[in-house]
T-cell receptor
Framework: GNSVTQMEGPVTLSEEAFLTINCTYT??????LFWYVQYPGEGLQLLLKATKADDKGSNKGFEATYRKETTSFHLEKGSVQVSDSAVYFC??????????FGTGTSLTVIP | NAGVMQNPRHLVRRRGQEARLRCSPMKGHSHVYWYRQLPEEGLKFMVY????????ESGMPKERFSAEFPKEGPSILRIQQVVRGDSAAYFCASSPPSVQGRQFFGPGTRLTVL
């Protein structure tokens, strides 16, 4: 079946530190992979996505590369800001209708 | 263009009562999805609906839970005879018919069962 495993949090970093949040997946077919972000009190927002192997999704300084050989889609950012504090969810979808989410990783960036 | 709206944002019910959660999709979106997030867990798919049709309900518990998306009005997730284990955050998402793989999420309804 389909599932997503992501790094447990919470993660606390100082401003301008490098961020990595690990995500690995299991899928029966060829899914698209996503990172969603949830700010306090808000719904999930799409951060970036990749639809096939070796694709790199990027947005707002965040990047993730679809690695089929390691079944991974790790999220990275070179220099985090306080405003990046949020919960990050890795997800996959094969059909575009049903999504499978990880448990979420809470990130706090301190000045 | 308003985003996906859910209400209420917080709902408290006693065991045995009914909970009704509402979701108004974004304008022009005819697909609605419901997810449940239990404490310390990720979002779990529950049901996918189009106007007046349930397309996929493979994630819905077999009893007490039902969902609808009428021709007019919001989508409703209904939980009958709630139990403490139903306490969770329930998220709704919507998407336009022509763009698969892109879901826009509402802020969620946090249900607490006393």
């Amino acid at each position: 079946g389909n599932s997503v495993t992501q790094m447990e949090g919470p993660v606390t970093l100082s401003e301008e530190a490098f961020l990595t949040i690990n995500c690995t997946y299991t899928a029966t077919g060829y899914p698209s992979l996503f990172w969603y972000v949830q700010y306090p009190g808000e719904g999930l927002q799409l951060l970036l996505k990749a639809t096939k192997a070796d694709d790199k999704g990027s947005n707002k300084g965040f990047e993730a590369t679809y690695r089929k050989e390691t079944t991974s889609f790790h999220l990275e950012k070179g220099s985090v800001q306080v405003s990046d504090s949020a919960v990050y969810f890795c997800a996959l979808s094969e059909t575009g209708n049903q999504f499978y989410f990880g448990t979420g990783t809470s990130l706090t960036v301190i000045p | 263009n308003a985003g996906v709206m859910q209400n209420p944002r917080h709902l408290v019910r006693r065991r045995g009562q009914e909970a009704r959660l509402r979701c108004s999709p974004m304008k022009g979106h005819s697909h609605v999805y419901w997810y449940r997030q239990l404490p310390e867990e990720g979002l779990k798919f529950m049901v996918y609906l189009q106007k007046e049709n349930i397309i996929d309900e493979s994630g819905m518990p077999k009893e007490r839970f039902s969902a609808e998306f009428p021709k007019e009005g919001p989508s409703i997730l209904r939980i009958q005879q709630v139990v403490r284990g139903d306490s969770a955050a329930y998220f709704c998402a919507s998407s336009p018919p022509s763009v698969q793989g892109r879901q826009f999420f509402g802020p969620g309804t946090r249900l607490t069962v006393l």
